[in-house]
């Protein structure tokens, strides 16, 4: 019930292209979903965030959309770019608790 | 605003040996969390602070490895002895919301 499933584990999109990563979850009582980016030999990096009370949140390309009655919810990066090429963890929390993390999808953009 | 800074980059010592990794967190960042990142895997935590407090350390292997936050500022991490299985890269990370995290480059750890 803790886990957070992540998939797919690897995605290729053309450049400009829309990369979509994808979420579920079980654990109703979780009420923050981050979306982490990590590029080879750094930490990871909070890229957007949502909370379940908003079925859909923005920042420049990259979109979360939320689906609370499904228990999933996903990242689009739109007009994607060679230098959106990272490994993308999404995660789950509730409240004091820690962060539960997807097992991370290695996205490839193709110039 | 400096990062995270964690120290060494890169580890490499024969099993049995002992080790020890230090992080320092941003600046008024009162929590303070090491994780361990397999190839390929998403971060596992090992032990989160509150200040100089250890408030989660259920998954933290106690046999052989220790951390210690004494000033509830910068924090070191211990494995005595390391096991070849322990090779892994070693993430501190800070947060002042218990929200956001903020991650150093990690500590690569390798152990022949």
């Known amino acids: 019930q803790q886990q957070v499933k992540q998939s797919p584990q690897s995605l290729i999109v053309q450049k400009g292209g829309i990369s979509i990563i994808n979420c579920a979850y079980e654990n109703t009582a979780f009420d923050y979903f981050p979306w982490y980016q990590q590029f080879p030999g750094k930490g990871p990096a909070l890229l957007i965030a949502?909370?379940?009370d908003v079925s859909e949140k923005k920042e420049g390309r990259f979109t979360i959309s939320f689906n609370k009655s499904a228990k999933q919810f996903s990242l689009h990066i739109m007009d994607s770019q060679p230098g959106d090429s990272a490994t993308y963890f999404c995660?789950?929390?509730?409240?004091?608790?820690?962060?539960?993390w997807g097992a991370g999808t290695k996205l490839i953009i193709k110039p | 605003e400096a990062g995270v800074v964690q120290s060494p980059r890169y580890k490499i010592i024969e099993k049995k040996q002992p080790v020890a990794f230090w992080c320092n967190p941003i600046?008024?960042?009162?929590?303070l969390y090491w994780y361990l990142q397999n190839l390929g895997q998403g971060p596992e935590l090992l032990i989160r602070y509150e200040n100089e407090e250890a408030v989660d350390d259920s998954q933290l292997p106690k046999d052989r490895f220790s951390a210690e936050r004494l000033k509830g500022v910068d924090s070191t991490l211990k494995i005595q002895p390391a096991e070849l299985g322990d090779s892994a890269v070693y993430l501190c990370a800070s947060s002042l919301n218990k929200e956001e995290q903020f991650f150093g480059p990690g500590t690569r750890l390798t152990v022949l």
């Open positions: 600046s008024g960042h009162n929590t």
């Open positions: 995660a789950a929390k509730s409240g004091n608790y820690q962060l539960i």
């Open positions: 949502i909370r379940p």
